[in-house]
């Protein structure tokens, strides 16, 4: 619960793919009417939005792994109080 999965970052590289593949077909139409192609913005100006959006999705991740933690323990002494009170039974 919470934690990013496998189809979540498959959905975010989807996302990638769709970007560049409307590039593509921009660039091709462009081509098509005998105007120059457009310049790729993503590739000189991802690199510190990449850089960025991992920094992000690390801090994201480690505060869903505490969160986890937090859980387990939580899930931990309710399971102990459980076994208390039905032993004083």
Do not use: C, F, W, Y
């Not at 937090?70 to 931990?76: G, K, R």
């Amino acid at each position: 619960m919470g934690q990013t999965s496998v189809g979540e970052v498959k959905r975010r590289d989807l996302r990638i793919e769709l970007l560049a593949a409307e590039q593509e077909a921009r660039n091709k139409k462009r081509k098509a009417e005998g105007l120059p192609p457009l310049e790729d913005s993503h590739s000189s100006s991802s690199a510190p939005v990449d850089e960025e959006a991992n920094k992000r999705r690390k801090l994201l991740q480690e505060a869903l792994e505490l969160d986890k933690d937090d859980e387990d323990e939580a899930e931990e002494e309710e399971n102990e109080e459980r076994d208390k009170s039905e032993g004083e039974r």
